[in-house]
C-alpha cells in the first residue's frame, strides 16, 4: 500500500479499515472501466498519489483524451422544464436549431477532424520518445556496466613478465 498524503483519525472508528475499502472499491471500478472519462482524468490530474507514478498516469490521461477528442454531433431533444409557456420555448428553440444546424455541424465535423488528428499526433510523440527513452536507459545500463567491468581491472596490477615486476 502506498504511503498516505495526510493522516486521518478518530476515537473508535477503524479509519485504516475505511480507507482500505474505499481503495479498493475504487481499484475495482477502475478495472471495471467505470472512472475512463475526461472528467476522471482531470480530477486523477490532482491526485498526488497517481502522480508518483508519471508514466501510468500519461497512459491513462491519453485513453481519456482518447475517448474524449471527438464531440458527439448527433441531434438530440429539446426540452423545458418550465411550465407554462414552456412548449413555446421549445417551438421556438427546434427553430433556430433548425437554422444553425448547417453551420453547427459543419463547424463540429472540423472540430471533430482537428482533435482526432491533435490525439494521434499527441500519441505518435509519446510512441517515438517513448521507445528513445527505453533504448537511451538501455544503453546508459550497457556503459554503466562496462564502466565498472573496466573500473575492476584498473584496480588490478598487471605483470606481463618477470622483467616488469623485478624494475
Do not use: H
Amino acid at each position: 500500500m502506498t504511503e498516505s498524503v495526510f493522516t486521518i483519525t478518530a476515537d473508535g472508528i477503524d479509519t485504516a479499515q475505511i480507507v482500505a475499502d474505499i481503495q479498493s472499491r475504487v481499484a475495482k471500478k477502475m478495472e471495471d472501466g467505470v472512472y475512463d472519462d475526461a472528467r476522471i482524468a482531470k480530477a486523477e490530474k490532482t491526485n498526488l498519489v497517481n502522480l508518483r507514478n508519471e508514466e501510468q498516469f500519461l497512459g491513462f490521461y491519453l485513453k481519456c483524451l482518447r475517448d474524449a477528442a471527438y464531440v458527439d454531433i448527433s441531434d438530440f431533444e429539446i426540452r423545458e422544464r418550465r411550465q407554462g409557456f414552456g412548449f413555446l420555448l421549445v417551438a421556438l428553440k427546434k427553430v433556430i436549431w433548425k437554422l444553425l444546424k448547417f453551420y453547427t455541424y459543419r463547424l463540429w465535423s472540423q472540430q471533430n477532424q482537428v482533435n482526432g488528428l491533435i490525439v494521434t499526433a499527441i500519441d505518435g510523440v509519446d510512441e517515438k520518445y517513448r521507445g528513445k527513452i527505453e533504448d537511451l536507459e538501455k544503453r546508459i545500463g550497457e556503459l554503466e556496466g562496462r564502466s565498472q567491468k573496466s573500473e575492476g581491472r584498473s584496480q588490478k596490477p598487471v605483470v606481463r613478465d618477470q622483467k616488469d615486476a623485478q624494475d
